[in-house]
């Protein structure tokens, strides 16, 4: 999705898509070059701000590289915001956008979402096993991870959202959580490809596997979801399409491109759109805790579920890196310690292996409603595949290949250096996500969709997600990864 | 258009009966998706993951 598209009219929508996903893979790359030249030796982003679970919030934040150890933690969050304020606005301005709302908005945001992740941080809600409760010094703790902060950024974003909506519709110009999910799959790149290096195997096995995802999503959630929309809802063609791309494909961007390529009114997808965000983030609140508690003997099948099941890139992708926390940190806390990042890998595949076809189910139902339903001079045309093509999606695979040949196609120093410039890109990625989580919070005003009398939109969307999509989702993920573990940590 | 008019037009459409290129577009995507499910899962039988 563009969270612009969400609140523009259609031409504007697409050319703005197309020029965020665009300037995704250039920030991505900006940060992941960055990181790579710290093989050489020269740290460029060292001083980028990390936070460690605390008692004592003095002791929260540090720099990423001892070498930046003389800012100390207050100085590494400012540089940190600076560089990012400076990018991101630098960004904006390629988009046409406001850049002084944009910077004082984004100031805001930042602020709220750092400060979520480090109240996510704090000991009583992030230690996990006994060891780390001992060694804190607490009898107790939620133990959701210090990845707990996204679940706190999400909230706070929907506090704003619902109790002080004047303030959400004055962030509005740095809520933008599309642009800022799809820079951090770019980075994510490396870290996949990192994690995949080691087992390339086991990588190669889950690549295949994608395809289930695509068959899935296109052939056999779409086609129920639209059959449920037209015949038991009586929704009228136009409503069905972006309806049933949105619930089966991937959310916002499925239901913008494929409302537009059979020439729906802007207004409709948009409004789907609206209703896929508040939906999405019901199941990030819901998903990954039934993830822990049935599948966290599964952690791949619960991986594959979490992408099919949660729409919007952002929030599946986001969900998936929870998930990965909560499982591991169940399974550390059962004395098995799984190495990280194949969870999250598992719902990145599939969720980018179903996006890659979002501009062929467009052009397929383009081609469908201009010559044989609303037949008219404006025909659907090939050229439209690649300008839907969802551009981030190669900015990933860059990063993957390059991070991938580095790790085995070059020289035994470059490959051992590189896990460590990768995790420094990896500290981008994190933030990148609690900025996605706190924006579709504020994105997600449940009372205003409620009011505005969508209940029926909602009911469809409802009755398919929780009758089938999640169910049938549950079903081929486990056909088709049960029995498989990531491997152990050594 | 305003929102409220697409309030109304949502509960109040007359009902659009399935044409019959629908029916095709619905039955050919779950009859293919259905059949590539089972080649798939016929796949991961005989290429299981590797570890």
Redesign the interface.
Known sequence: MSDIAVKVSQPLALRARLNEDWLAVVIGLVVFGSAIVSISGTDLLGWAVTTSVYTDVAQALNPFAKAYGWLGGGGALLATYAALLVVLSAGVVTLGGDVRRFALAFSAVFAIAYASWIVGSYAYVAAVTPAEQQKFGIAWSLKLTNEGGFIVALLSGIVIANFFPRFAEWLKEAIRPELYIKIAIVILGATVAVTAAG?L??A???L??G??AI??A???Y???I??VA??WF????E?SVPLASGISICGVAAAIATGGAIRA?P??PI?VSSLVVVFAVVEVLILPFLAQTFLWQEPLVAGAWIGLAIKTDGAAVAGGGITESLIMAKAAAEGIKYQPGWILATTTTVKIFIDIFIGIWAFILGY?WTN??DKGPDKAKPSEIWQRFPKFILGFILVFAVSLWLAVGSTPEIAKALPAAAGEANVFRVIFFVLTFFSIGVLSDFRKLWQ???G??AAVYFVSLFGFVIWVGLL?SW???SG?KP?LAS | ?S??D??DE??N?E??P??P??KK???W??G???A??FV??A??HF?????
């Open positions: 087992r195997n086991l190669s096995s889950l295949l596997r395809a289930a068959v899935e296109y052939l056999i779409w086609a129920v639209y059959y037209r015949k009586g929704f009228s063609r409503w009114r207004a409709v409004l469908i044989h339903i505005q009398g969508f029926k939109l081929i056909l088709f990864f498989f491997p | 258009m929102r409220p697409l309030r949502i509960n459409t009902v659009e399935l044409l290129v629908e577009l619905i039955g995507s779950l293919l998706g259905l590539l499910l798939l899962i796949v991961n290429v299981p993951i590797k570890l």
